[in-house]
Nanobody
Framework: QVHLQESGGGLVQTGGSLRLTCAVAGRDIGRFAIGWFRRAPGKDRELAAAISGSGGSRFYADSVRGRFNITRDNAKNMVWLQMNNLEPEDSAVYFC???????????????????WGPGTQVTVSS
């Protein structure tokens, strides 16, 4: 069982950057893959990025690849999402979530993410 808390959201102009932080409370968090999801008004929740328990494997949605970077430090119980060249379409509530598996053949093979933070709002103005 892990508990997650996001921070770092805010208002930024188009082309700007934000760094989201996910503090993960629990033991041996390297056992868990961590994902950053986002939900915009009127849209389905989207997995933007995910990272394996060791940090050696990453997944990015096509919509963010090349602009977002996910990293983690298991010793500090932290996961970050660096977001660059932000666009109004990136505006959403961002959630970090933990998966019971450390990774798999594909991110889809991980199944549902079971532990979620409350979310942090990101707004990109045009």
């Amino acid at each position: 069982q892990v508990h997650l808390q996001e921070s770092g959201g805010g208002l930024v102009q188009t082309g700007g950057s934000l760094r989201l932080t996910c503090a993960v409370a629990g033991r041996d968090i390297g056992r868990f893959a961590i994902g950053w999801f986002r939900r915009a008004p009127g849209k389905d929740r989207e997995l933007a990025a995910a990272i394996s328990g060791s940090g050696g494997s990453r997944f990015y949605a096509d919509s963010v690849r090349g602009r977002f970077n996910i990293t983690r430090d298991n010793a500090k119980n932290m996961v970050w999402l660096q977001m660059n060249n932000l666009e109004p379409e990136d505006s959403a509530v961002y959630f970090c979530a933990a998966n019971r598996w450390s990774w798999g053949p594909s991110v889809a093979s991980l199944g549902p993410f079971g532990s979620w933070g409350p979310g942090t709002q990101v707004t990109v103005s045009s």
